[in-house]
């Protein structure tokens, strides 16, 4: 049962251009979306998240979009640099519901 | 710099053979993830525990798989019979979770890679 997916499994951008990684999930009661990043050997990290009364949050060069009314959201990496290469997992959950679920990941590679 | 601790970080064994994996969670963490990272799957929830108590061990097989919180800093994974297709990496988190300002980030541990021959 996939409430959440990342239907790239893979991206490939250019340094300094933007990376836009994407995320559609299935269950309308999710309220709260979070974006981890993860580098190989190393277990997931928290880089941002949205609550579902916004439609944007930005953190420096990571903006998150939240499409309520399409069930989307998407990660914005401007400008995309190689350090940023790794997998990013999209995620949701419910309020007073510990339950997040994960998308399958994207692996993001910038090349120089 | 407070972190989430697994052991062991690679696990080999045999079909048939017990496997326990071991999480310590951030000091003061309410909550407890355990994950299950496969190549098609992403990060599957197996089971969390909140103060201790299981709250949902859905995503777990019953049958080969349990969970555990000795006590508040360890939690235990354990499959016996281990199979081939236990092979994964696993995953803990920790979260400190309804207190105060709502915050649903987990704090992972760097995993446990298990290859079941």
């Known amino acids: 049962d996939q409430q959440v997916k990342q239907n790239s499994p893979s991206l490939s951008v250019q340094e300094g251009r933007i990376s836009i990684l994407n995320c559609d999930y299935t269950n309308s009661m999710f309220d709260y979306f979070l974006w981890y990043k993860k580098y190989p050997a190393e277990g997931p990290t928290f880089l941002i998240s949205i609550s579902s009364i916004k439609d944007k949050n930005e953190d420096g060069r990571f903006t998150v979009f939240l499409n309520k009314s399409a069930k989307h959201l998407s990660l914005h990496i401007v400008p995309s640099q190689p350090g940023d290469s790794a997998v990013y997992f999209c995620a949701a959950t419910q309020y007073n519901n510990n339950d997040m679920r994960f998308g399958a990941g994207t692996r993001l590679t910038v090349k120089p | 710099d407070a972190r989430v601790t697994q052991t062991p970080r690679h696990k080999v064994t045999e079909m048939g053979q017990e496997v326990t994996m071991r999480c310590q969670p951030i000091?003061?963490?309410?909550?407890v993830f355990w994950y299950r990272q496969t190549m098609m799957q992403g990060l599957e929830l197996l089971a969390y525990?909140?103060?201790?108590?299981?709250?949902?061990d859905s995503g777990m097989p019953k049958d080969r798989f349990s969970a555990e919180m000795p006590d508040a800093t360890l939690a235990t994974l354990k499959i016996q019979p281990s199979e081939p297709r236990d092979s994964a990496v696993y995953f803990c988190?920790?979260?400190?979770?309804?207190?105060?300002?709502?915050?649903?980030?987990?704090?992972f541990g760097p995993g446990t890679r298990l290859t079941v021959l």
């Open positions: 988190a920790s979260a400190a979770l309804g207190r105060g300002p709502r915050t649903d980030t987990q704090y």
């Open positions: 525990f909140r103060n201790r108590a299981p709250l949902d």
């Open positions: 000091l003061g963490h309410n909550t």
